[in-house]
């Protein structure tokens, strides 16, 4: 898939998506390169949305012009719009490839509020993505200084780094290892393999980092959330596992209360493509 610095950020009108459109554009406007494309699905809660409207598809157009000219007044950023009527789940991934965005935005009000904005259908639209997808709650957009990599033995984290680097680069980040402490010796041995990997290749890119390491054996993701946000941190990564032949990543719970953290903090959400590698762009 060609890349064309694109970020796509679906919106339903919603304060959360309003505060999503507010990343890309400060991301967007940060980086000089990027530009942002705004998204909506038209389907029976656009309808609700809009009451006694003659024409639904001018008041969705209306809309969308309406948030561009809001920001583009504070921002210098290019901006476009697309909408069209169908299925979110099928259409979000559609519109990604077509425009060739290189990740995808998403505003939640946490797992509750997702399902809700998105349907039954809401996981999906996460775990079938090809590009990276930022979730974001309510949270206003602080920059991305300090990124966590969780480190455990279910996750795969030296795919992050590829990333992480290029993230490093490009927002003068410092990465921050947060490697989980298990009573399991083999798994233990792992994830001390794993992180000693994404240390050397860190050092071979000059990539500023740390190692952190969890408060006791068997850390819960709330030590991990309660971690983050001790140390500010501005985002966590974390890396999708495939399902076997399919198109779609797993999401476990250790995946999704992470994603819907009650610090808000930023959660970039990786699925890894074939072959095992990552042709992704920050």
């Not at 991990?224 to 500010?232: F, G, R, S, T, V």
Request: with cysteine.
């Amino acid at each position: 898939m060609k890349l064309n610095n694109i970020i796509l950020v679906p919106t339903d009108f919603s304060e959360v998506c309003h505060n999503a459109i507010d990343h890309a554009v400060k991301i967007a406007e940060s980086q000089k390169d990027l530009r942002v494309c705004i998204y909506h699905v038209i389907d029976k809660n656009t309808q609700a949305y809009f009451k006694d409207v003659q024409s639904l598809n001018q008041a969705v157009e209306d809309k969308l012009r309406g948030l561009i000219n809001e920001f583009q007044l504070k921002h210098e950023v290019e901006m476009e719009y697309a909408y069209e009527e169908g299925n979110i789940f099928e259409l979000i991934h559609q519109k990604a490839k077509e425009i060739g965005a290189n990740y995808i935005i998403l505003g939640t009000h946490g797992k509750k509020g997702w399902q809700h904005l998105f349907g039954s259908y809401a996981l999906k639209v996460l775990t079938k993505a090809q590009v990276p997808t930022l979730i974001i709650q309510n949270r206003k957009f602080m920059g991305y200084k300090n990124v966590l990599i969780p480190v455990n033995s279910f996750t795969e984290a030296r795919k992050k780094v590829g990333i992480a680097c290029r993230m490093a680069k490009r927002y003068g980040s410092k990465m921050h290892i947060y490697k989980e402490i298990v009573s399991d010796q083999d798994e233990m041995n792992r994830i001390n393999i794993i992180t000693a990997q994404i240390a050397e290749e860190f050092r071979k890119e000059k990539v500023p980092f740390d190692i952190e390491i969890s408060e006791g054996k068997n850390d819960s993701v709330k030590g991990l959330i309660y971690h983050a946000a001790a140390k500010d941190i501005d985002l966590i990564m974390i890396l999708t596992e495939p399902q076997i032949g399919t198109s779609y990543f797993n999401l476990g719970p250790w995946n999704e209360k992470i994603m819907f953290n009650e610090a808000q903090i930023p959660v970039l959400c990786i699925n890894p493509v074939e072959h095992s590698k990552i042709f992704f762009s920050m």
